[in-house]
């Protein structure tokens, strides 16, 4: 008996033969004290005690291994193994900027740089230096949202960014303005007060009208096919001179007259013209430099591919409804 209580006591004991040695020792322990009624009474109290010191030994051993493993499994199951997975709800583009990509990709391959500006503007940068005299209809309250009357405004177009940027570079330039633009009028399934806008201007020697048709169409048939046909409609800006108004033949019946376009075949696109001399001079280049300037509303456009039924749609973030648009 000593031997083999010798020979477990001897035993290296580790997590992958714990629960083996434990049920060999626990019938071992059995064998030990069904021995006992075979011994001589005065023997009995030291094999007893041996016994006790045996059982305590292992126990302690066996116990320490099984402790040692269930601490392990804890940490284990205590470690947050959520960073191993993709936390982030990957939503959708929003139909306006899958729109204006477009736009940002014709311009920037034909060399154009992208600029932006502060949606808070100044007075003397979003209409003075534009030659909008001060009794001009689009300086008034009716139009301008103003945040500190009479410098302080949100811009009511990205042409600002027009100014700013001439005042700092020397001409050639050859920039897109993108963002959104703020003007007072009630929102209604048509109508929102703040709408994203597209701007460009072009400025060196020998620019021409015909440098800004050629730009416009190319860019439009570029953007929505060839099939789409592009036409100038004389009007007034006061930046410009001369200047025309952009249609497009409607994308949705196109040109054969629909609901969309008013039964007539076409819509506005934006504005264009020449620009004026004195917003040269505002900004101080030369008398021999010509440009011209565009400007593209690009909020009707998602309505019309999306077949969104209100354009206050666009402004609501409804991810469910971008996601259905992909």
Known sequence: MNEKINEFLNLSIMKENVNQIDKQFKDFMKELYGSIKNLE???RKEFGKTINDFKAQMEEKINKVKSQQMNKNDETDNIDLTLSKPLAKYGAKHPLIRIYKRFENYYINNGFNVVSGPEIELDKYNCEMLNMPEHHPARGMQDTFYLEFPNKILRSHTSAMQIRYMLKHKPPVKIISPGIVYRVDDLDPQHTPMFFQLEGLVVGENITFADLKGTIMNCVKSVFGENIKVRFIPTYYPYTEPSAGIDITCPVCGGKKCRT????????????????PNVFKNVGYPENIQG????????????????LPELRILHDNNIKIFKKLH
């Open 41 to 43: 009474p005065n023997e």
């Open 261 to 276: 376009c008013k039964n007539s075949g076409w819509i506005r696109f934006g504005g264009c013209g020449m620009v004026h």
């Open 292 to 307: 011209f300037a565009f400007g593209y509303g690009m909020s009707k456009f998602p309505q019309i591919e999306y077949k």
